[in-house]
């Protein structure tokens, strides 16, 4: 069964600072995917990683894919207050499901 | 890009009733579509895939003559919560998919917040 978790759970950080999220998932999968959820509101595609190796970024987020580690990382560069949202990591199984990890509230202050 | 529109945004309701959220495909013809639940601060759970023309494959735990899952057309699934009980509140969000797109982001449905009374 796949099973996906991110840390940290919570991220409080300064303005102009970096960070990294990080997801671990499970066994073998062949696509990873980002959002961004504001409170209250749906989903916000971000990135969609399909092979080992890759990287994508925008604007001030950059995500990375190892699958031999079974590894992604969101890392956020120099951040601003409107960042602040909950991010999620999904990972695809062998079938078309989608399973989620359990999300990065991220705060970022002045 | 692939967009999905669900709706009711939000619905409150009284404990007993039923509550009908839909959820369409607007540009390409969605082969299985998605249901998630999301309680607060927490992360998505998959409730169920709908295929179109077929029976929905719930998760473990999930009550199907609960939760009904129609996908009548292509561009169309519904979730029905029957007898809906103030346990059942919660954000409710599905998404729709298609063969071609499954190296693509993938889009939800803006979602439906359902609060039982």
């Known amino acids: 069964e796949l099973k996906v978790e991110q840390n940290p759970l919570f991220l409080s950080m300064q303005e102009g600072k970096n960070y990294t999220i990080y997801c671990n998932y499970s066994?073998?999968?062949?696509?990873l995917y980002w959002y961004r959820q504001d409170p209250g509101k749906s989903l916000e595609s971000l990135f969609v990683?399909?092979?080992?190796?890759a990287v994508k970024q925008e604007g001030r987020l950059m995500a990375s894919l190892d699958t031999k580690a079974r590894l992604s990382t969101l890392h956020i560069t120099a951040a601003v207050h409107d960042l602040s949202a909950t991010y999620f990591c999904a990972v695809g199984d062998n079938t078309d499901k989608l399973i989620f990890g359990t999300g990065t509230r991220l705060q970022v202050f002045p | 890009g692939a967009v999905v529109s669900q709706h009711p945004s939000w619905v409150i309701c009284k404990s007993g009733t039923s509550v009908k959220i839909e959820c369409r495909s607007l540009d390409f013809q969605a082969t299985t579509m998605f249901w998630y639940r999301q309680f607060p601060k927490q992360s998505l759970m998959l409730m169920a895939t709908s295929n179109e023309g077929s029976k929905a494959t719930y998760e473990q735990g999930v009550e199907k003559d609960k939760f009904l899952i129609n996908h009548a057309s292509l561009t169309l699934s519904t979730l029905t919560v029957t007898s809906a009980h103030p346990e059942d509140s919660s954000f409710y969000i599905c998404?729709?998919?298609?063969?071609?797109?499954?190296?693509?982001?993938?889009?939800f449905g803006s979602g439906t917040q359902l609060s039982v009374l």
């Open positions: 066994t073998t999968s062949d696509r």
């Open positions: 998404s729709a998919n298609t063969p071609g797109l499954m190296n693509e982001k993938l889009f």
């Open positions: 990683l399909l092979s080992n190796g």
